[in-house]
């Protein structure tokens, strides 16, 4: 029998398909499949099958799609009762999944022994397994589980495969090829590394130059980080015209091997090696280039567990293997899971000082109280990228690693603190038992045992609850740990709270010149104080306004500051790319509860101006306190800010309000019905 999960989840007896019916049934099959003989307990089969709302007849239901599978798959196939769950017995029958892994081995393999030709053959063959997008007939709970690494792992075959051709002179042949790819993975670093080579060997010199430098800025608008070590080594190797195909028997790097689980599979190595000889001073050929995915480990944020192979001295135009860090002991895990430090970060001096402080390690055989702060200011104001760069610039104090995680789901929602720990522990080399990764208390047990006495931070981002972050608080004085949300959560982070508020003025035009470059805004001083303006020290706005300006040199800064002069239209001016103003204040206001969202609007008639809880309390038609106790709700949601010093006229000292410029924009254009502006007379 052939099982099928590359591609949709089939079975077939002599060629002849298995009648398998419904999402369900391919999705318990594809969840026995990928366990490789391991018993599945009922638990993860529920969460598969139905997410977090199973029904009441759960074991019933299982119970029923495992019949039905057994009578169709039965002789060939077998599926066991094992408690808590089942377990599926294959036999001779042959799984596309397996042969995959038994192909990309032996290809990873070959090309590390140089022996190209039988890599490329065994990769290619491998690639062929797939037969299109992958697990497209189970539940949205196993595709998002699964899918993403599969596809990381076929990505890496298939540089590995290009690796093979470029050592075999074909690169001719996989230009047209690569230039697909490229642009399908715009970000996968090492894909532009080996289409800057293959343009090379075709004497097409200024064409790979150009891929370099539209990587270079697909990264900074995107990501807002620069190539990685091996794109620069790329790029590099191509100014000293060394990426010539190397004479036979030269020899690359050797990789480690690698483990079988894509899941696992390490990062390989970049397409190209500098020479000695040639190689700028304190440079060295990284064993790992970026991937597709947004968090790549950033250079310098500590030791790995084990360093990949590097090409040798004097070798031309080393196609490099796919190395791999060699397998690090449960003791040795030293993670770094932090997305990539913020390029150019200017500003927030006094706050970077404070966190510094809060950060910095305890003196030797000391101890006392955990280390702990939160982060909390409204959206766009530069939250995430303050607390990584912090933390970037304290790694040293941190030999043990780095944890992050973003606590909020793309629709909005919070992610289960199960699901975080069981990331947790497995970066930290402990593989969570499978009975203990539903068992809430189990897991927490694990994880301050395999933290208590290690020197690592954890960095917890878009925290909503404090009852979400107590479960992921390491044990011990010797961490520290930093929260980044919108809501105060006081309680469960300690008094270090930091309440990040908008940029001031020169703040503002440093990191706008940042972004847009020093030449443009020296050139138009004035415009760029207008746009300063308009962005009212938003940090998401004034990046998107100087990526904007960087991206179109032929506009002149004036006219984008007069573009964003206009307010009904300001908003829709900020958008670049996959930052958006109004798109982040709209997911922060989703995470919101209705109540607030509702007081939000309808006090958006009193407009920018500062006002007091009496005013509120007139807009909204409750007594003062009432009032009060609500204003202050969105102050500690980071909705409305705090007027510090002389606020409104006739306001008590530190007892008036305002909106932020962009917020109020974004709020009144809310097709929500508002009370008439007639009550603003009284509310003066």
């Known amino acids: 029998m052939d099982l099928q999960l590359l591609g949709p989840v089939e079975a077939s007896r002599e060629g002849a398909r298995v009648a398998l019916s419904g999402t369900k049934m391919h999705t318990l099959l594809a969840a026995l499949l990928l366990a490789r003989g391991r018993v599945v307990p009922d638990t993860r089969l529920s969460r598969l ?82 037969q299109g997008p992958m697990l497209v007939n189970v539940t949205e709970f196993l ?41 399908d993975f715009p970000l996968r670093e090492r894909m532009r590394a080996q289409l800057m080579t293959a343009l090379y060997r075709c004497g097409r010199q200024a064409d790979a130059l150009h891929v370099f430098h539209e990587g270079r800025t697909v990264l900074a608008d995107e990501l807002g980080v620069d190539p990685g070590s091996g794109l620069k080594a790329a790029h590099q190797a191509l100014l000293c015209a060394t990426l010539d195909l190397e004479a036979p028997g030269a020899p690359v790097a050797a990789p480690a091997a690698a483990p079988s689980a894509p899941a696992r599979a390490a990062e390989p190595a970049p397409a190209v090696a500098i020479p000695a000889a040639r190689r700028p001073v304190g440079e060295r050929v990284p064993g790992r280039s970026s991937g597709g995915t947004p968090r790549p480990r950033p250079a310098g944020s500590g030791p790995r567990p084990a360093t990949a192979g590097t090409a040798p001295a004097g070798a031309g135009a080393a196609t490099a293997g796919p190395a791999t860090a060699g397998p690090a002991t449960a003791s040795e895990a ?128 878009n925290a909503g609850r404090g009852t979400e972050l107590a479960p992921l608080l390491p044990a011990g004085p010797h961490g520290a740990t930093l929260v980044v949300g919108h809501v105060h959560l006081a309680v469960a982070t300690g008094p270090f709270t930091l309440a990040l508020g908008p940029m001031n003025r020169t703040e503002s035009l440093d990191l706008l010149t940042a972004a847009a470059g020093r030449a443009r805004t020296a050139a138009e001083p004035a415009a760029a104080e ?68 509702e007081l939000l609007t309808r006090l958006s008639v009193l407009g920018g101006r500062p006002f007091t809880a009496a005013a509120a309390a007139t807009v909204l038609g409750l007594p003062v306190r009432r009032a009060e106790d609500l204003v202050e709700r969105l102050v500690d949601g980071s909705l409305l800010e705090p007027v510090r010093g002389p606020g409104a006229v006739g306001a008590p000292a530190g007892g008036s309000f305002r909106f932020h410029p962009l917020v109020l924009l974004h709020v009144q254009a809310l097709p929500v019905q508002r009370p008439v502006r007639a009550v603003l007379a009284p509310a003066g």
């Open 143 to 183: 595709a998002e589980e699964e899918i993403p690494q599969w596809e990381e792992g076929r990505a890496a075959t298939l540089e590995n495969r290009i690796e093979a051709d470029l050592a075999l002179g074909r690169h001719q042949q996989i230009v047209a090829e690569l230039t697909r790819l490229v642009a």
């Open 49 to 130: 099958l139905w997410g977090a709302d199973p029904p009441a007849t759960m074991s019933a239901q299982i119970y029923t799609y495992v019949s039905r599978l057994r009578k169709l798959l039965e002789p060939e196939v077998v599926l066991e009762r094992r408690s808590p769950g089942y377990a599926i017995k294959t036999g001779d029958s042959r799984v596309d999944i397996v042969e995959y892994e038994r192909l990309d081995r032996l290809g990873r393999e070959a090309l590390q022994e140089h022996r190209y030709a039988e890599a490329g053959t065994l990769l290619r063959d491998a690639l062929d397994l797939w």
């Open 334 to 461: 030293s993670p770094f899971m932090l997305p990539p430090d913020v390029a150019a970060f200017t500003g927030r001096g006094r706050e970077l000082a404070a966190l510094r402080g809060l950060l910095r390690a305890p003196g030797r055989g000391s101890a006392g109280e955990p280390r702990r702060g939160l982060i909390t200011g409204m959206a766009g104001v530069g939250k995430t990228a303050l607390a990584v760069h912090a933390v970037h610039a304290a790694r040293e104090d941190f030999p043990d690693g780095q944890l992050y995680a973003d606590l909020t789901a793309p629709d909005g929602s919070p992610k289960d603190p199960r699901s975080v720990l069981v990331r947790f522990l497995r970066a930290l080399g402990q593989e969570p038992p499978e009975s203990a990764r539903t068992d809430l208390e189990e897991l927490v047990r694990i994880y301050r045992t395999r933290t208590a006495g290690r020197r690592l931070v954890v960095l917890l981002d």
């Open 530 to 597: 207008r746009i300063v303006d308009h962005c009212a020290g938003m940090a998401l706005a004034l990046r998107i306004a100087g990526a904007r300006l960087a991206s179109r040199p032929h506009w002149s800064v004036a006219r984008l500051a007069q573009r964003l002069a206009d307010e009904p239209t300001r908003l829709a001016e900020l958008v670049f790319g996959e930052l958006d103003v109004a798109g982040s204040l709209a997911d922060w206001l989703r995470r919101t509860g209705t109540e607030e969202r």
